[in-house]
């Protein structure tokens, strides 16, 4: 896909998530043409078709320096951001293709695949794969989120530039961006993916 990487996020301590996620990854993504870029610590890529992104271990607080020093290494416009502990549960090219399809047009900030359901505010403003897709309200909660997320690249760094934790990012990252309005879709694809040290 044209201008796409996936960037997986992850820390060395959360090695015990990346078999399950690698394996799903594999089963369910891996023939679809697209970079992925490891943005890990010091530990090696669990895959070596993966281009690793190292960075030195940081404390949760610094969280978003060290996603940030590593997302302005990706030559890509657009990223997927995709966390370490959300293996898929299925198949989803058919959507994601049309999605991002969607993006592009949209000339989106970001677009939300979310697999449950969410406590933010929106507007439905289309159909994707005969399943609605919305645009976030101006003033809506979770306008930041690290869920699955295909991001512009440029508006991503925006987000990063706080020295924050990934949930005082979502947090904080909201508010500040209430004004301008930002064109931030989500799509509801229910129980694509689960979150591992949620549950």
């Known amino acids: 896909m044209k201008n ?7 820390c060395d301590k959360y090695e015990h998530v990346w078999e ?4 799903a990854f594999i089963e369910h993504w891996r023939d679809w043409d697209i970079p992925v870029y490891w ?8 895959d070596d078709d993966f281009k ?11 969280w978003t320096t ?3 020093t590593q997302i302005e290494q990706i030559p890509e416009e657009n990223i997927f951001i995709w966390l370490d502990d959300m293996p898929q549960q299925f198949n989803i090219s058919k959507e994601f293709n049309a999605l991002y399809d969607f993006f592009l047009k949209n000339d989106a900030d970001a677009l939300r695949i979310m697999g449950r359901a969410s406590r933010a505010w929106y507007d439905e403003v289309g159909q994707i794969v005969d399943k609605p897709i919305h645009r976030l309200a101006k003033r809506s909660p979770y306008l930041v989120s690290y869920s699955p997320n295909i991001y512009k690249k440029k508006f991503l760094l925006e987000i990063l530039q706080y020295d924050e934790s990934p949930w005082a990012s979502e947090l904080n990252g909201s508010l500040r961006f209430w004004r301008p309005r930002r064109k931030i879709y989500t799509y509801h694809i ?5 979150n591992r040290v949620i549950q």
Not at 4 to 10: F, G, N, P
Not at 39 to 46: N, R, T, V, Y
Not at 52 to 62: A, L, M, S
């Open 39 to 46: 943005c890990g610590e010091s530990k090696l890529a669990i």
């Open 4 to 10: 796409l990487a996936i960037a997986y996020v992850t």
């Open 66 to 68: 060290k996603l940030r």
């Open 20 to 23: 399950e996620w690698h394996d």
């Open 52 to 62: 690793q992104i190292f960075h030195k271990p940081v404390e949760v607080k610094h």
């Open 190 to 194: 229910d129980g694509w993916y689960i």
